[in-house]
Nanobody, 121 residues
Framework: QVHVVESGGGLVQVGGSLRLSCTASGEIFRFQDMRWYRQVPGAQIAFVARLSDEGIAYYHDSVKERFTIARDSAKNTSFLQMNSLNSEDTAIYYC???????????????WGQGTQVTVSS
């Protein structure tokens, strides 16, 4: 069993910064991609950023140059540094981890419970 927990959300003013963390724990043989998504009420969940197993980062156009995804592989943790926040960044942010629990099991997706980010003007 793998558990994924996000933290670091909160209330910030327009132009401010937040750093989200996502830690996976449990039975982890191999870590692949780690991704961040976000969702606002009434809308579908949307891709924000991805860090591949090879260390290549991908971003949604709306967050390029403002958000940075990173990972600490030794701690099974992903970070999302968010700068120059605006009201459109207000959402619940979810972490998604692609994890292989044992060498004979396939890679599976695991989701955290989400962390609220609110940007006020």
């Amino acid at each position: 069993q793998v558990h994924v927990v996000e933290s670091g959300g909160g209330l910030v003013q327009v132009g401010g910064s937040l750093r989200l963390s996502c830690t996976a724990s449990g039975e982890i043989f191999r870590f692949q991609d780690m991704r961040w998504y976000r969702q606002v009420p009434g809308a579908q969940i949307a891709f924000v950023a991805r860090l591949s197993d090879e260390g290549i980062a991908y971003y949604h156009d709306s967050v390029k140059e403002r958000f940075t995804i990173a990972r600490d592989s030794a701690k099974n943790t992903s970070f999302l540094q968010m700068n120059s926040l605006n009201s459109e960044d207000t959402a619940i942010y979810y972490c998604n981890a692609n994890v292989q629990s044992t060498s004979w099991q396939p890679v599976r997706d695991y989701w955290g419970q989400g962390t609220q980010v609110t940007v006020s003007s």
